[in-house]
């Protein structure tokens, strides 16, 4: 039920950047009360782990793709070509 609640709740981003912030928890004790979750620590205890790991995985993400962007950017975005003309 954890990945499913989870799966329910609301991303939140942050405005200028655009970088995945987590879910928004304002909504979380009303799926867990529709659903009819009794052990509620333990669910939310998942569904914050599980948290954890996908915004791990979105920063890790976009720190690759800066990366990317970062070694294009020093090489031009493309060959370099040298031409010799004697003359």
Known sequence: MAFFIFGQL???FDGMS???LGKEWS??????????????KVTVYFMK????????????????KRKQ???K???GG?????????G
């Open 27 to 40: 909504s979380c004790e009303f799926f867990l009360d529709l659903h009819g979750i009794e052990d509620r």
């Open 49 to 64: 782990l599980i948290e954890r790991i996908v915004v791990k995985n979105a920063a890790d993400e976009a720190e690759r």
């Open 69 to 71: 962007e970062e070694r």
């Open 18 to 20: 655009g970088t995945y």
């Open 73 to 75: 950017s020093k090489t």
């Open 78 to 86: 493309g060959k370099t070509y040298t031409h010799n003309v004697k």
């Open 10 to 12: 609301k991303d939140s």
